[in-house]
């Protein structure tokens, strides 16, 4: 399976960004599929995760009520639309996908996408 993100880019405190992520290969449409962010110095966060058929989405605690994953299996594709943007929020972002269930923790995670940076100015 390989992932392709897109979307990141500059964008003032309190605007929003869509990324996307298109996953190609076998069985990408039955794979758990995830967003992890990684800021420079830090760990990598988790920030959302949709199983196959789309319910029951998790995010992190400090996106909750400002971020939306989604999925379109039609075009095996995943979303995040990013509302609300902080500096904190500054990240290069990577799309990650699984066949077992959704976790947080990115050891669990086979395949990775390239990753797209987000930049928030305040």
């Known amino acids: 399976v390989q992932l392709q993100a897109s979307g990141g880019g500059l964008v003032q405190a309190g605007g929003s960004l869509r990324l996307s992520c298109v996953a190609s290969?076998?069985?990408?449409?039955?794979?758990?599929m995830s967003w992890f962010r990684q800021a420079p110095g830090n760990e990598r966060e988790f920030v959302a995760a949709?199983?196959?058929?789309?319910?029951?989405?998790y995010y992190g605690d400090s996106v909750k009520g400002r971020f939306t994953i989604s999925r379109d299996n039609a075009e095996n594709t995943v979303y995040l639309q990013m509302n609300s943007l902080k500096p904190e929020d500054t990240a290069v972002y990577y799309c990650?996908?699984?066949?077992?269930?959704?976790?947080?923790?990115?050891?669990?995670?086979?395949?990775w996408g390239q990753g797209t940076l987000v930049t928030v100015s305040s």
């Open positions: 990650a996908a699984d066949p077992r269930l959704p976790t947080m923790a990115a050891k669990y995670y086979t395949y």
């Open positions: 949709i199983t196959w058929s789309g319910g029951m989405p």
């Open positions: 290969g076998r069985a990408s449409s039955r794979l758990v």
